[in-house]
């Protein structure tokens, strides 16, 4: 019976989708962007990187090809004179957002049609009911921040009045998200997750994706940095997702980094967290290696999002897209005869685009196994085409969206 390992390479867009206007983002470009920096020489950092963006082996796969059929360009450094190893194409998110869970949902068959509720740009963002029904029910002396903000600068800015007063800082972003940092011995680990969970049942009148909790730790003289302990508290999805069929077919799951929290914790089986995207890679093929037929290992790779596209760090991003090329050979060689990998994407997040958010963007679509037939799988309309393939290559019937292009 066959086995399936899907990648979600967070915010690895590779070119404005066809409502990117709508968005803000007309011509925003996550892929073709940092090629193009990293080719003309500014995409460089001292001990760290240098040169061209190199991804020879996504290159095989069709991920410059896939890039030409959502930009009409191939980004530097992806050329398409290459022997092709995989299928590829680009897809088109139908959901109405760009945000991790709306791309996550989609990928496994759930389009989120409705819109998300988001907090205005605004001082204050957060509605004054929301707020002081958090301070009364968390039993907090106040908040800080209550606007939008990058997570690193405002913990930076406010970390040190934080640990005086004792009130967690609360912000959000374009995402549909109400963020709570707090310093993990100052305020509590525990204590943080159980003001999420106050929030988290807050939030739900306004239609708010994700409660988050972002614990950090340090000091005003050393600095402050964030800890592997993040939580995200999501609504579930709202409809069966290819999750929910493997879980009632009574097959195996793993999800591996923060897949768990995207779902709810709804059908993801085994759930694995590292710290990292090498250690969650590492993981993910630890499970693949025993995972029994018929199963799935799901990944996300968090890192590309969080550490490089929100922060707008070129040489960073594009470091970790070469790390993980590196590890493709290690990929490919974990797959046995009947097993199908799928690496995709969520939404984008350009490093070279204005503000910290995620920008409105295509996907890859790469797929390959052994026996696999390389050569193109077009435009996908909908995110939603992966877990229809998924569904049928393990044989448990078909999703409510999407179309299998097997």
């Known amino acids: 019976m066959a086995r399936a390992l899907l990648i979600v390479l967070d915010s690895v867009g590779i070119g404005g989708a066809p409502d990117a206007e709508r968005y803000g983002d007309a011509g925003a470009d996550t892929l073709g962007h940092i090629a193009q920096t990293c080719a003309e020489g500014r995409g460089d950092r001292p001990g760290l990187r240098a040169g061209p963006l190199s991804l020879p082996y996504l290159a095989r796969l069709g991920l410059g090809r896939a890039a030409r059929g959502a930009t009409g360009c191939i980004p530097p450094g992806l050329a398409s004179d290459v022997a092709l190893e995989g299928a590829y194409g680009h897809a088109i998110e139908r959901a109405a957002g760009k945000d991790t869970p709306s791309g996550h949902w989609e990928i496994t068959g759930v389009p989120v049609l409705d819109p998300w509720g988001h907090f205005p740009v605004a001082v ?14 968390a039993r907090l002396p106040g908040i800080l921040g209550n606007s939008h903000a990058a997570g690193t600068a405002i913990i930076d800015r406010l970390g040190a009045e934080h640990v005086r007063t004792g009130r967690p800082i609360c912000y959000t972003s374009a995402d549909s998200v109400f963020q709570i940092a707090a310093h993990e ?18 939030c739900d009148p306004y239609r708010v994706g994700r409660v988050i909790a972002r614990p950090f730790v340090g000091d005003a003289e050393t600095g402050f940095r964030r800890t592997a302990n993040r939580k995200d508290y999501a609504v579930e999805p709202p409809g069966r997702t290819l999750l929910d069929v493997l879980d009632a077919a009574g097959r195996s ?37 025993n995972l029994p037929d018929g199963g799935l290992v799901f990944l996300n790779l968090v890192d590309f999002d969080t550490e490089y596209g929100h922060r707008r760090d070129v040489p960073g991003y594009a470091a970790e897209l070469e790390a993980f090329d590196k590890r493709l050979p290690e990929i490919q060689a ?20 204005g503000g910290t958010e995620h920008t409105r963007e295509q996907v890859p679509v790469l797929a390959f196994g052994p026996g696999m037939a390389a050569g193109p799988l077009g435009c996908r309309e909908t995110f939603a085409d992966i877990g229809a393939t998924l569904a ?15």
């Open 124 to 137: 204050p963002t957060f509605p004054v009911a929301l707020t002081e029904a958090l301070i009364e029910q």
């Open 185 to 202: 011995r100052h305020f509590g680990l525990e204590r943080l997750y159980a003001t999420c969970r106050v929030a988290r049942a807050l």
């Open 253 to 289: 799951v793993v999800s591996v980094g923060k897949i768990g929290d995207i779902f709810a914790h709804r059908a993801t089986g085994r759930e694995i967290k590292p710290d990292g995207n090498a250690a969650c890679l590492s993981a993910a093929l630890d499970a693949f290696a």
């Open 334 to 353: 974990s797959l046995r005869q009947g097993d199908l990998c799928v690496i995709t994407a969520d939404h984008g997040n350009d490093p070279t685009w």
């Open 392 to 406: 049928r290559h393990l044989g448990v019937g078909s999703l409510e969206s999407g179309t299998s292009w097997l």
